[in-house]
């Protein structure tokens, strides 16, 4: 398998646009997480999917964001209206679902995202 | 409050001594896991080693091994022998209520900044 795959690599938009972030997950896996990276805040969990349903969105900035996952095979990172301090590095991570074992999350490259 | 702490934002170490990176965690769930991450320049998170709540040794994966103690609830990172490569941001994180039903999504700490010196 060729791992999480996540696409653009890098983002350069201008503030006001739609960021459209794509995700594919090691075949198999039922959880998908997209994450945001920045220097202040860390890693942040933003939404989680399980068999492609979104358990857990309250990471999730506001409503410009939103995340789908319409197979499990694919999943999007929508952010509409882009502001520049949504600029960040998004990773995609996917996993199996644990059962008294070892269940680490394999990431995606990450986008890096840029709003000017 | 926060789930992870890493209280080393960063740390120097000579080459080929041994590095233990700090790591404490909160949580009331009795079914957890415990991760660590390096991530080097290249901005990749490479996994590299997992300690369950319910795991009675530490977990060893190579030149890595965890410092398991339940009831500090610490889980530390012993790199043995540091190399040039080892040079990069280590992050632990959690993952709660995994074992025998749902998952919740790792929650990271700020991670620490390795730098090892020739």
């Known amino acids: 398998d060729a791992g999480v795959i996540q696409s653009p690599r890098h983002e350069v938009t201008e503030m006001g646009q739609e960021v459209t972030l794509r995700c594919k997950p090691i075949?198999?896996?039922?959880?998908l997480f997209w994450y945001r990276q920045t220097m202040m805040r860390g890693l942040e969990l933003l939404i989680y999917f399980n068999n492609n349903v979104p358990i857990d969105d309250s990471g999730m900035p506001e409503d410009r964001f939103s995340a789908k996952m319409p197979n499990a095979s694919f999943s999007t990172l929508k952010i509409q209206p882009s502001e520049p301090r949504d600029s960040a590095v998004y990773f995609c991570?996917?996993?199996?679902?644990?059962?008294?074992?070892?269940?680490?999350?394999?990431f995606g490259q990450g986008t890096r995202l840029t709003v000017v | 409050a926060q789930k992870i702490t890493q209280t080393q934002p960063g740390m120097f170490v000579q080459e080929k001594e041994a590095v233990t990176l700090d790591c404490t965690y909160d949580?009331?769930?009795?079914?957890?896991?415990l991760f660590w991450y390096k991530q080097p320049s290249s901005g990749e998170m490479i996994f590299l080693i997992y300690q369950g709540s319910y795991d009675q040794q530490n977990a060893t994966e190579g030149r890595y091994s965890l410092n398991f103690q339940k009831a500090r609830k610490s889980a530390n990172l012993v790199i043995s022998a540091s190399q040039l490569g080892d040079s990069a941001m280590y992050f632990c994180?959690?993952?709660?209520?995994?074992?025998?039903?749902?998952?919740?999504?790792?929650?990271f700490g700020k991670g620490t900044h390795l730098i090892i010196q020739p």
């Open positions: 075949s198999g896996h039922d959880y």
């Open positions: 991570a996917s996993s199996l679902r644990g059962m008294l074992g070892n269940t680490e999350a394999f």
């Open positions: 994180a959690m993952r709660e209520g995994y074992s025998g039903g749902g998952a919740d999504g790792l929650t």
């Open positions: 949580t009331s769930d009795p079914s957890y896991g």
